[in-house]
């Protein structure tokens, strides 16, 4: 079955403090895997792509790393804000080619950055 | 910036009344999407259009049916609303094969 899974589900974490999300996925064929942020009341918004071939990719204080192999997935928050609280969707991408893509959600981690 | 506007914010509608979402974007984009999200479920895909006129069922298209007369707007819509429908929609639109933008989101509380 394809699933994405997320691990913690919330999370609290004092401001300038760093974090990582982690998301294990079972998805085939594989295209690609993205972390979207998602503040309450508002829709995902992209923090980065990755493809089979990437291990990492920073986006500011976001880094992202992917292990195809193990397929595990991991969002690195460095210096955390207050701005940061919010709801991180890992998304996964099966691969049936060009437009047909099937999205896979995962449940998200809430993100509590406190002062 | 692609912009995908949903119409709503927030929405309060009567069980059995018909409920029509509306979305636009505005960079000519193909692929347009309609999902809800509900807690612990995540993000399932109700339904999607790859062009103008055309659609098709995704995950959970029942009690929904939609609309795309033109290829800027995908309409989503409740024949006949039920509580169980009370949720958070969200649309998206691409090129296809490229990123997701979504919109802020429609929460409707079906009463």
């Known amino acids: 079955k394809n699933q994405v899974e997320q691990s913690p589900q919330s999370l609290i974490i004092l401001e300038g403090k760093n974090c990582t999300l982690q998301?294990?996925?079972?998805?085939?064929?594989?295209?690609?895997l993205r972390w979207y942020k998602q503040d309450t009341g508002r829709g995902p918004v992209s923090l980065t792509i990755?493809?089979?071939?990437?291990n990492t990719k920073s986006n500011g204080r976001y880094t992202a790393t992917l292990d195809a192999d193990t397929k595990q997935s991991s969002l690195h928050i460095t210096a955390s804000q207050l701005s940061d609280s919010a709801s991180y969707i890992c998304?996964?991408?099966?691969?049936?080619?060009?437009?047909?893509?099937?999205?896979?959600f995962g449940t998200g981690t809430l993100l509590a950055v406190q002062p | 910036d692609v912009k995908v506007t949903q119409s709503s914010r927030y929405l309060v509608k009567r069980t059995g009344e018909k409920v029509f979402l509306e979305c636009v974007q505005d960079?000519?984009?193909?692929?347009m999407f309609w999902y809800r999200q509900d807690p612990g479920l995540g993000l399932r895909l109700i339904y999607f259009s790859y062009d103008v006129k055309m659609k098709e069922k995704g995950d959970i298209p029942e009690g929904y049916s939609v609309s795309r007369e033109k290829k800027e707007r995908f309409s989503l819509i409740l024949e006949s609303a039920s509580t169980n429908q009370t949720s958070m929609y969200l649309c998206?639109?691409?090129?296809?094969?490229?990123?997701?933008?979504f919109g802020s989101g429609t929460r409707l509380t079906v009463v």
């Open positions: 998301c294990n996925y079972t998805v085939s064929p594989f295209s690609n």
């Open positions: 990755m493809t089979f071939s990437e």
């Open positions: 960079m000519d984009h193909e692929n």
């Open positions: 998206a639109s691409r090129l296809p094969g490229g990123w997701y933008t």
């Open positions: 998304v996964v991408s099966q691969n049936y080619g060009g437009a047909t893509n099937k999205l896979i």
